[in-house]
């Protein structure tokens, strides 16, 4: 089990590796955020894309509510708290056994380390911003975007 979670870990790691942006304007936020409105499809998603505190994109398809918006608000805080995704964090507690709960600092009314939330990061910056989705089903596998 624990292999499998190495290994899970190590892919998620990469993916965060490997998608870094050069810039990230607000042009850029609503390229992403409509790309991502079109992949969804019928899903009933919220979608969030942020850059520090300003909200840049954000889009409440047909049949997400606003409980939606309180987890992408939950997913933000993990990414900007550890500069990683919220599903990344949250494996990697549960490789440790741990959770992320008032142990670690953090009220768990307003963190969640659950799949949603990818950092934005620039080369040679850091992570500036994040993109997140909220509605979906948690993966029984290992996301391959």
């Known amino acids: 089990m624990i292999a499998m979670s190495d290994d899970v870990i190590s892919e998620l790691e990469a993916q965060e590796r490997d998608l870094v942006f050069d810039g990230f ?26 850059r520090g505190t300003q909200q840049l994109f ?4 047909e049949g997400s509510a606003a ?3 309180a987890w992408i608000a939950r997913k933000v805080r993990v990414v900007e708290r550890y500069a990683a995704s919220s ?15 008032a142990g670690m600092g953090v009220n768990p009314a307003d963190y969640a380390a659950h799949g949603g939330a990818f950092p934005i990061r620039i ?3 850091g992570v500036v911003g ?6 979906l089903p948690r993966p029984t596998t290992t996301p391959s975007w």
Do not use: F
């Not at 954000?58 to 398809?61: E, F, K, N, T």
């Not at 599903?87 to 709960?101: H, N």
């Open 25 to 50: 304007s607000n042009a850029d936020a609503w390229r992403l955020g409509c790309l991502l409105v079109e992949m969804a499809g019928e899903l009933p998603v919220a979608i969030d894309i942020r």
């Open 58 to 61: 954000h889009a409440g398809l």
């Open 67 to 69: 409980d939606n918006d």
């Open 87 to 101: 599903y990344l964090v949250g494996r990697r507690l549960a490789a440790k056994g741990q959770e992320l709960d």
């Open 123 to 125: 080369r040679n910056v």
């Open 130 to 135: 994040v993109v997140t989705v909220s509605g």
